[in-house]
């Protein structure tokens, strides 16, 4: 089937690509730069230009006629929160979904996807500690779970129209990026360990489940709404520390102070001090089958790859 994606050149898109070509797909990408879409994902990529998604609606030609559209556009998180960061982290998502939405909503029925994949974000629970949570529970009130119940809100507002998938998800563990490439220098040299006592939950997932549940969320019929991409096993901070010691061969022992954290990342450290110990419930009524249900193999399964 013919798909669309945006944000296919970051860690999660780039895979996502590459596991829907792998399968037979047909793949159009919405990119602001085509030639380095074609570069980093292969001259056989058929791309669009949208050149301004936060305010511009996209090609029509990308999205016509394609079985589904899967949905990850959005600034990086994990960077200091200046005013300027948080609102290109809000308006990438918020006006980016907006634009999309419009968009596929205006095409005629005959000629619409029939669903869209729109990524979401575990912050949508904000900070709850040690207490088991699944796709019922309300959001939280802290900067991520107000912008991500937006970013849901506006995918939400085409649901009449066809299927929406709204896939929360949580770390993601995978070498070429995000938490885990920022955590291997100091854990390769011996000083990493656990932030702030370590005693937070993570709610993570490894890249090929990621990858694994947007495919499922495109496929089945029966994922509407929100759908946890996160292990079923969570770990604290400390389990996932030690986790990655015993991969890497090296002590995991040296605590990291909130103070530290704080002083480097500002407000964004809340992320990494809070935990949230989030289960995949959604997904696991829905028959998928993890991977990697367990965080030392997973990481294992990551760095093989780097």
């Avoid at 090296?250 to 704080?262: E, K, M, N, S």
Wanted: hydrophobic fraction near 40%; charge should be positive.
């Amino acid at each position: 089937m013919r798909v669309a994606v945006t944000g296919a050149t970051g860690l999660i898109g780039r895979a996502v690509v590459r596991a829907l070509g792998d399968r037979g797909d047909e793949v159009v990408v919405l990119t602001r730069d085509p030639d380095r879409a074609r570069e980093l994902l292969g001259r056989g990529i058929q791309s669009q230009r949208w050149p301004n998604p936060k305010g511009d609606p996209p090609p029509l030609a990308a999205l016509e006629h394609t079985a589904g559209v899967i949905h990850l556009l959005g600034e990086p998180i994990d960077q200091r929160w200046t005013g300027e960061a948080k609102r290109e982290i809000f308006d990438s998502r918020v006006l980016g979904t907006r634009c999309l939405a419009s968009a596929i909503a205006g095409l005629p029925a005959d000629r619409r996807p029939k669903r869209l994949v729109s990524q979401s974000a575990a912050g949508y629970y904000g900070a709850r500690g040690s207490e088991p949570i699944d796709e019922t529970a309300p959001r939280g009130g802290d900067f991520l779970a107000r912008v991500t119940a937006r970013w849901e809100q506006e995918a939400s507002a085409i649901s009449s129209e066809l299927r929406v998938a709204l896939p929360r998800t949580g770390v993601v563990l995978a070498s070429g990026g995000g938490a885990l490439a920022k955590m291997l220098p100091p854990f390769r040299l011996g000083i990493g360990g656990p932030v702030a006592g370590g005693r937070q939950y993570v709610p993570w997932i490894q890249l090929d489940d990621v990858v694994g549940g947007l495919l499922l969320c495109l496929d089945d019929e029966r994922a509407v709404g929100p759908v946890n991409l996160t292990s079923p096993n969570p770990v604290t901070n400390a389990e996932l520390s030690r986790a990655l010691g015993r991969v890497l061969d090296r002590p995991a022992v040296l605590p990291i102070p909130g103070f530290a954290l704080r002083s480097l990342y500002g407000e964004m450290a809340s992320t990494v001090l809070t935990g949230q110990r989030v289960l995949p419930a959604r997904l696991l009524e829905l028959g998928y089958r993890f991977k990697y249900p367990d965080v030392e193999p997973a990481l294992r399964q990551a760095l093989s790859t780097s």
